[in-house]
């Protein structure tokens, strides 16, 4: 029996973890992949405060660090099912069974991802998935955003404002955004738009230099050359396993109150697999902790 059960060791599961066993709890992170999420993959993180810059590995070992120091237990398992009775919460995994007085949810999510050749090769050496995160390190470079929601419309209007231009291409004839975005967009001199584009490859040496696609209307291919393929066609939350506890949004995602808690008592979720705007570092370390201050109050009236 674990006072907490946290499912996830991204940034935000690590700061739930720390919260938590700074206050005298019990505490099992489960993780079915590698510690840190998404922020492990990320060559260069520039927006943490008090840290100038480091690797996204670095900065999740260091976390990681912490928390084992303070006496975390880790497993490397993947939840596959979680069930509440009466005050109990039961998690089972592909290898185990565990019990727990109360459970954060930390699953994070995946980029939807292209699937063409150069995507994997060069994620991180100029393919990347977030203009907040990557978009400064293009300053004053041409660009090419891929997507034709909010997200990729609100990346271009972002990019627009440092880099020497940023074309967009979307695979339909139109954007599928809010209309003020879409004004937005057409007003900036340094944004051009292009629509019936079907992405086929991203090419480059050391980095990515040029994206090719191919017009879905003639099939005729166009290439542009760029220094940096930001990829927004959408986000894969993985909270399946626990739709029959969680309200899950019709995106797939969990909806939490302000204290990231759950429509059930003692059931938490934070991060990327919450409902939310933004989705950053430092927005899944808050999470962490205001999830963790209030399932150890919780789990304190219980008794």
Do not use: W
């Not at 050749?117 to 990557?134: I, L, M, Q």
């Not at 419309?153 to 440092?162: A, E, G, I, V």
């Not at 340094?190 to 696609?213: D, M, R």
């Amino acid at each position: 029996m674990f006072d907490i059960i946290i499912i996830g060791a991204g940034p935000s599961g690590m700061t739930a973890a720390l919260y938590a066993l700074r206050a005298g709890k019990s505490v099992l992170i489960l993780e079915k992949d590698h510690i840190g999420g998404q922020i492990a993959n990320s060559p260069r993180v520039e927006n943490y405060p008090s840290i100038n810059e480091i690797s996204g590995l670095d900065l999740a070992n260091k976390m990681f660090e912490q928390i084992v120091n303070l006496g975390v237990n880790f497993d490397l398992e993947e939840v596959i099912s979680l069930t509440k009775d009466e005050k109990i919460f039961h998690v089972k995994t592909n290898y185990s069974s565990y019990e727990a007085k109360s459970v954060i949810i930390a699953t994070g999510v995946s980029h939807r991802k292209l699937n063409i050749p150069g995507e994997e090769e060069f994620n991180g050496k100029g393919v990347s998935y977030c203009a907040v995160c990557d978009g400064a390190f293009y300053k004053g470079e041409d660009v090419v955003v891929i997507g034709d929601a909010n997200t990729a419309l609100q990346y271009s209007l972002l990019l627009s404002n440092y880099c020497k231009s940023v074309t967009i291409c979307t695979l339909f004839d139109k954007f599928f955004a809010e209309k003020i975005l879409v004004d937005r967009l057409k007003e900036r001199n340094n944004i051009a738009i292009y629509h019936n584009l079907s992405a086929v490859e991203i090419k480059g040496e050391e980095e990515v230099n040029e994206v090719i696609f191919k017009n879905t209307l003639t099939e005729k291919k166009e290439s542009f050359k760029t220094k940096a393929v930001f990829i927004a066609i959408g986000q894969i939350p993985h909270n399946e396993n626990f739709k029959n506890l969680a309200n899950l949004d019709e995106h797939g995602f969990i909806k939490v109150d302000s204290h990231m808690e759950t429509n059930v008592k003692g059931l938490f979720a934070v991060g990327d697999c919450t409902q939310k705007e933004v989705r950053q570092v430092v927005t899944a370390d808050n999470d962490g902790a205001i999830a963790s201050v209030y399932a150890v109050n919780y789990i304190d009236s219980l008794k």
